[in-house]
């Protein structure tokens, strides 16, 4: 009787667990598409909606995201989830007339970008994210415009307003504007990239939260004059977001405490391209401290800027440290860490500039640390 009663129990343990596995494996399949969930802090008639497969994009068939608060030149989503899954392709549709897409997340998770995340259109996107944001080994991005990474709570106009994910409320008919400050009301979260994000056309890609990490092997890199900027916050205040010309900079007030930025066995890199008619984007880094770490037998690592054959200027490197730079290499490998490189009859190279509390530079071998490189028939290679 026992006997029986043994068997039946593991009759129904087998087949609870069987239902079990086949909800996960049923629940994995779909959380691609579930999760960009849309809140409901935007009017009925403006709210965001995630169409899947509706449009298309190079050939590839994208889910689009469509409706949103249009304010003149800005349009406003809002989510209560924003995730893009892993071979998912997520564009933001783009209306005539609009010059910034801005969306925030308004629940308790980071997002976690896995795939490819873009717009359809000219527009700059800006994602707010108050808990964080992660890039993925395989994220991919597809912006023509600006992309502005950010864990700030939300993001001013003038005195015109504030679009707030933590106190969300529907976008003021006078944010028509472009937005000039990034509000922090607690410790900001951090933004970590393993992704392969590269020769990417954007004007600007800029990331602005707690600890800014670019680490496994990864990559963020320009060549149509696209400039990248890093900057890390380490306490409650504000940020202002200037412009000068097609180039986003940021002003941080004196005084405010800053956070890390940290780049290991990766690059960050803007390229002039053979023929380039543009000069080379400009790299800024803001930061507490910076680490740049290389401890794998792999050139090209670290922060740098390359002009190739018949190109024009490259960029400048800008780095700015109220504790310190550290630069580290322990690979017998060459061109790892912060340099310029000007390649066989390359236009002029770019400056770097470091300004620290203190800079730490060790080297295992030549071409290491902070040098620049100018090849035969190369212009003047770029000042230290």
């Not at 600007?204 to 496994?216: M, R, S």
């Not at 890390?260 to 400009?282: C, F, K, M, Y």
């Amino acid at each position: 009787m026992a006997l029986d009663v043994l068997k039946r129990y593991n009759t129904q343990l087998s087949l609870a667990l069987c239902l079990a596995i086949s909800g996960a494996y049923a629940f994995l399949a779909n959380q691609a598409h579930a999760q960009i969930t849309p809140d409901t802090t935007l009017p009925a008639g403006e709210r965001s909606l995630l169409d899947l497969g509706s449009g298309e994009v190079n050939g590839k068939i994208v889910d689009l995201i469509k409706g949103g608060a249009i304010r003149d030149i800005n349009l406003f989503h809002s989510f209560l989830e924003f995730n893009v899954g892993d071979g998912q392709r997520v564009y933001f549709a783009n209306p005539a007339g609009i010059e910034n897409i801005l969306s925030r997340v308004t629940g308790a998770n980071p997002s976690n970008i896995l795939g490819t995340l873009g717009v359809n259109g000219g527009a700059n996107l800006f994602l707010i994210n108050p808990n964080g944001i992660f890039f993925g080994d395989k994220a991919k991005l597809d912006v023509s415009g600006s992309f502005v990474g950010t864990t700030a709570d939300g993001i001013g106009f003038g005195n015109q307003g504030v679009f707030s994910a933590s106190n969300p409320e529907p976008p003021s008919p006078l944010l028509t504007v472009n937005p000039n400050v990034f509000f922090f009301n607690q410790i900001p979260g951090n933004i970590t990239s393993q992704a392969k994000l590269e020769e990417l056309a954007v004007d600007n890609l800029l990331l602005l939260g707690g600890d800014v990490k670019v680490i496994e092997d990864s990559k963020i890199s320009t060549n149509q004059g696209g400039n990248i900027l890093l900057a890390g916050l380490g306490a409650p205040g504000q940020v202002a977001l200037t412009r000068d010309g097609n180039k986003l900079g940021l002003d941080f007030p004196d005084g405010v405490k800053k956070s890390n930025v940290q780049l290991t066995n990766s690059a960050i890199e803007t390229l002039v391209p053979e023929d380039g008619n543009v000069d080379g984007g400009e790299i800024r880094i803001i930061a507490d401290s910076l680490e740049v770490e290389n401890t794998e037998k792999k050139e090209d690592q670290g922060i740098f800027t390359i002009t190739k054959s018949n190109g024009r200027k490259s960029g400048d490197i800008i780095i700015s440290a109220d504790n310190s730079v550290l630069i580290k290499s322990t690979a017998e490998e060459k061109r790892q860490g912060i340099f310029t490189r000007t390649q066989k009859e390359g236009g002029e190279g770019g400056k770097i500039t470091i300004c620290a509390g203190s800079l730490t530079v060790e080297t295992a071998r030549r071409k290491q640390g902070i040098f620049t490189i100018t090849k035969v028939n190369g212009q003047k290679g770029g000042d230290i």
